[in-house]
């Protein structure tokens, strides 16, 4: 019964492709600059960048599927039509909101969820990217044992983290809107991969983006792209003839 009646809901509106570009390319504009972005940019300098990746990209990965269930769950208690309208409001708000911070708000956001960050790792900010380096990371933590690599404290400390970072976060509610509008299934490996490149440039490269990529560029484009999508799920929505209504009953 339950398998039945959210198969259509599985399937998704397009394939699977179409929801691993839309998740794909929505993290990578959303996530670059984010207080998760910066939490593994700060920690890589003080830890082994192996392990802050893996405890990051856990959390972030753990975070993505759950979201995208939370997606397909929305529409098999309410209709996929009032749930694709939802999507509609909320890409329309994410995109109008970042639209208006960059152009009208402060200009120091990415030095808020840089300081953000860095508080809540409890180092401070200025002290850990003076200069663009914050020496070998071995003279500010103790080597870890090969059996330790998966159970020690820095990667329980960036799982932590990253997970209450990325909770509440627009991309995680860009993501559950995604994955009820579109295919889950590419919605979440879409997600995943996106996030595995901004937290790998995040651990390697992470002072040097920071100090050369516009975070006014990266806003401007993450608010254009939610609204592009509240359009084109707002064109499938009023061009689609027969949407079917999973809150109905399915009899077997």
């Known amino acids: 019964m339950v398998a039945t009646t959210l ?66 769950i929305v529409p098999s208690v309410l209709s996929v039509r009032f749930t694709q309208m939802l999507a509609v409001v909320l890409f329309f708000g994410f995109g109008c909101k ?4 960059t152009l009208f708000g402060e200009e120091d956001d990415g030095e808020d969820e840089r300081a ?5 790792i409890g180092g401070n900010k200025d002290d850990e990217m003076e ?7 071995s003279a500010r933590a103790p080597k870890v044992k090969a059996w330790q690599r998966f159970f020690n404290p820095i990667l329980v400390q960036a799982f932590t983290l990253t997970f209450v970072a ?8 860009a993501t559950i809107a995604l994955a009820a509008a579109k295919n889950p299934y590419g919605v979440t490996l879409g997600g995943i991969v996106g996030h595995s490149i901004c937290t790998g440039a995040a651990v390697m490269f992470g002072n040097l983006i920071s100090a050369h990529i516009s975070q006014r560029s990266v806003n401007l484009t993450g608010g254009s792209l939610f609204i592009f999508f509240a359009l084109v799920t707002l064109y499938q929505l009023l061009t689609t003839d027969a949407i079917p209504d999973t809150s109905a009953p399915v009899h077997a």
């Open 166 to 173: 990325e909770w509440g976060d627009r991309s995680q509610i």
């Open 98 to 101: 970042i639209l208006y911070d």
């Open 116 to 120: 953000e960050a860095a508080a809540a």
């Open 7 to 72: 198969a259509p809901v599985l399937d998704g509106h397009g394939g699977w492709m179409e929801g691993f570009l839309a998740s794909w390319s929505m993290i990578l504009v959303s996530e670059i600059g984010d207080k998760t972005f910066f939490i593994a940019c700060l920690m890589a300098m003080r830890y082994p960048k192996l392990i802050v990746f893996t405890g990051a990209i856990s959390a972030l990965a753990a975070m993505t599927v759950l979201s995208a269930l939370m997606g397909v």
């Open 131 to 137: 200069g663009g380096r914050a020496g070998p990371a």
